[in-house]
């Protein structure tokens, strides 16, 4: 392979990485603007599930803080964090070792756009 093919690629699998592994402290930032800016499937595809990981966490910090009030919410807190944390470095290790990570417990916000377009 070409040493052109090769950089595309290891750029293709650190934007990956580093999209998944931004969420840890950025958020949804990064995985929206890695999904809004890139047309790459791959790319776009990992950014699409983390974005929907950092949507659905949200939801359940949401829940969490509601939840406090009668105390629970606080240990829900801290494991919606030790999931973020542990999901997000597992995606980050898998996709970059090429292979394709979907989050458990996550909620479909963004569709898959091929999807949509068979039916």
Same mark, same amino acid.
């Given at each position: ?6 950089? /595309?690629? &290891?750029?293709? !699998? +650190? ?6 592994? #931004? ?8 995985? +929206? +603007?890695?999904? $809004?800016?890139?047309?790459?499937? !791959?790319?776009? &595809?990992?950014? !699409?599930?983390? $974005? ?16 406090? +009030?009668?105390? @629970? #919410? ?15 470095? $597992?995606?980050? @290790?898998?996709?970059?070792? #090429?292979?394709?990570? !979907?989050?458990?417990?996550?909620? %479909?916000?963004?569709?898959?756009? /091929?999807? %949509? $377009?068979?039916?």
């Amino acid at each position: 392979m070409s040493d052109s093919v090769l950089k /595309s690629t &290891e750029n293709e !699998r +650190l934007a990956v990485v580093l999209t998944h592994f #931004g969420g840890i402290f950025f958020g949804f930032i990064p995985s +929206l +603007l890695v999904y $809004l800016i890139k047309d790459d499937g !791959r790319i776009k &595809e990992n950014a !699409r599930h983390a $974005l929907n990981w950092q949507l659905t966490s949200i939801l359940y910090f949401l829940i969490s803080s509601i939840l406090m +009030l009668v105390f @629970i #919410g606080v240990v829900l807190y801290f494991i919606v964090i030790l999931l973020n944390i542990f999901f997000c470095l $597992l995606a980050a @290790i898998r996709s970059s070792r #090429g292979e394709e990570k !979907r989050y458990p417990l996550t909620i %479909e916000f963004i569709k898959d756009k /091929s999807l %949509e $377009l068979q039916v």
